[in-house]
């Protein structure tokens, strides 16, 4: 279940610090968030899957290390990406 490429190509493009960017903290936090939303509404569904249930809990992980990471380096930009994300932090 990845996304699909016009949604993560218009993610990578909001999110980008310049032309091209895909690797900021900002673009992986985006992309994380993206696939989380998908990930538990599968769950939602079908809530016997384990798997994808562990996956989830890995990505939020990853996601609050990440998000961690950019207040330390730019609080700033940390502030600005969990507001339009709609994250509470």
């Known amino acids: 279940m ?15 610090r310049k032309e091209g960017d895909s690797g900021s903290p ?3 936090i985006a ?3 993206a696939r989380i939303k998908q990930v538990a509404t599968h769950l939602r569904e079908n809530k016997g899957d384990v798997h994808n249930r562990r996956g989830l809990v890995m990505m939020v992980s990853k996601r609050n290390r990440l998000l961690r990471y950019l207040s330390k380096k730019d609080h700033n930009a940390y502030l600005d990406t969990i ?6 932090k």
């Open 26 to 28: 900002e673009v992986q």
């Open 2 to 16: 990845p996304l699909p490429a016009e949604q993560k190509a218009q993610i990578i493009k909001d999110f980008a």
């Open 31 to 33: 992309l994380l968030t």
């Open 83 to 88: 507001k339009r994300l709609g994250l509470r």
